[in-house]
């Protein structure tokens, strides 16, 4: 059976771009997983999978690999490929940061200045990305990392406590918590009490951002409608994590009514319980600002 990473619709050649940038026999690191960036990955961050990869160098993902398919990593590095001398990101739920270290990684082999940024609300994941940043050869004026939840307005947000990072990459925070859901967030141990961060507050300091990558478990259409303005007037690319086809609808007409461009989309891959649609994996979309790339 075909994957169905190979179904996706695009207007520039995305399997190209990814095979540009794909680094020539990358070396193997004992202990880690190496991609066809050359990045290294600790197998803690997803031992199910990648801890039986440890030591490996895994080749170029078509139609994809552990983390991601031709749609998402092609639509990354079409970011990378728009910039000029130096490249700008702000990945919304970093994570690890793997997209700063990826993209970070792609930009900065060829020769362009590198600043990455990440909003992350998990603490064990920010310190997943500190160490991953470091790993890779990031020096520290080069990345910037928040402990809080990306969102359209200032605010707090409560966010749950794992007992292990890495144990789960989907939880969602409670936003605009009020003085008594946060008393009793702190009283149970449960969560952590953290800040919403507006997008206009994290690109305050940059003329231009690059890419704007946003993986936020659902609440992506908000924060896009929220900061469409300062989306507009500094990011020129987005790369979207959609969690439901009804998110995708609302995306084609918020950033299409804007003037955005749509380079690329690959739907949600959905199971069909007698319950009703279920989002199996996420769906990807990637758009151009042509106000800053006609």
Same mark, same amino acid.
């Given at each position: +059976?075909?994957?169905?990473?190979?179904?996706?619709?695009?207007? *520039?050649?995305?399997?190209?771009?990814?095979?540009?940038?794909?680094?020539?026999?990358?070396?193997?690191?004992?202990g880690?997983?190496?991609? *066809?960036?050359?990045?290294?990955?600790?197998?803690?961050?997803?031992?199910?999978?990648?801890?039986?990869?440890?030591? %490996?160098?895994?080749?170029?993902p078509?139609?994809?690999?552990?983390?991601?398919?031709?749609?998402?990593?092609?639509?990354?590095?079409?970011?990378?490929?728009?910039?000029?001398?130096?490249?700008?990101?702000?990945?919304?739920g =970093? /994570?690890?940061? =793997?997209?700063?270290?990826? +993209?970070?990684?792609?930009?900065?082999?060829?020769?362009?200045?590198?600043?990455?940024?990440?909003?992350?609300?998990?603490?064990?994941?920010?310190?997943?990305?500190?160490e991953?940043?470091?790993?890779?050869? *990031? %020096?520290?004026?080069?990345?910037?990392?928040?402990?809080?939840?990306?969102a359209?307005?200032?605010?707090?947000?409560?966010?749950?406590?794992?007992?292990?990072?890495?144990g789960?990459? /989907?939880?969602?925070?409670?936003?605009?918590?009020?003085?008594?859901?946060? !008393?009793?967030?702190?009283?149970?141990?449960?969560?952590?009490?953290?800040? +919403?961060?507006?997008?206009?507050?994290?690109?305050?300091d940059?003329?231009?951002?690059?890419?704007?990558?946003?993986?936020?478990?659902?609440?992506?259409?908000?924060?896009?409608?929220? =900061?469409?303005?300062?989306?507009?007037d500094?990011?020129?690319?987005?790369?979207? /994590?959609?969690?439901?086809?009804?998110?995708?609808?609302?995306l084609?007409?918020?950033?299409? !009514?804007?003037?955005?461009?749509?380079? +690329?989309?690959?739907?949600?891959?959905?199971?069909?319980?007698?319950?009703?649609?279920?989002?199996?994996?996420?769906?990807?979309?990637?758009?151009?600002?042509?106000?800053?790339?006609?």
């Amino acid at each position: +059976m075909k994957s169905p990473f190979w179904h996706y619709n695009t207007s *520039f050649d995305a399997q190209d771009v990814i095979q540009r940038y794909a680094v020539d026999s990358p070396p193997a690191q004992e202990g880690m997983v190496v991609n *066809f960036l050359g990045v290294a990955v600790d197998p803690k961050i997803f031992p199910p999978i990648l801890t039986e990869k440890a030591g %490996t160098v895994e080749p170029v993902p078509l139609p994809s690999n552990w983390h991601a398919d031709i749609a998402e990593w092609g639509a990354a590095l079409r970011a990378v490929d728009l910039s000029g001398s130096r490249f700008t990101m702000i990945e919304l739920g =970093c /994570g690890w940061g =793997c997209w700063m270290n990826n +993209m970070g990684a792609a930009a900065r082999s060829t020769g362009r200045e590198v600043h990455v940024i990440g909003v992350e609300g998990d603490v064990g994941h920010v310190e997943f990305a500190h160490e991953a940043l470091a790993r890779n050869g *990031f %020096t520290d004026d080069q990345w910037t990392i928040v402990n809080g939840i990306a969102a359209g307005q200032e605010g707090v947000a409560l966010f749950p406590k794992q007992d292990h990072a890495g144990g789960s990459w /989907g939880l969602e925070p409670v936003f605009g918590a009020t003085e008594e859901q946060r !008393d009793e967030a702190v009283a149970s141990g449960q969560f952590d009490v953290l800040p +919403m961060v507006p997008l206009a507050q994290i690109a305050a300091d940059h003329d231009r951002i690059d890419l704007v990558h946003i993986d936020i478990q659902g609440g992506e259409v908000d924060v896009i409608e929220a =900061c469409l303005e300062t989306l507009n007037d500094k990011v020129a690319y987005l790369v979207i /994590g959609t969690h439901s086809r009804q998110i995708e609808g609302r995306l084609f007409d918020l950033l299409g !009514d804007a003037g955005w461009l749509l380079e +690329m989309e690959r739907p949600a891959i959905l199971s069909l319980p007698p319950e009703g649609p279920l989002t199996r994996v996420d769906g990807l979309q990637g758009w151009r600002n042509r106000r800053i790339l006609p």
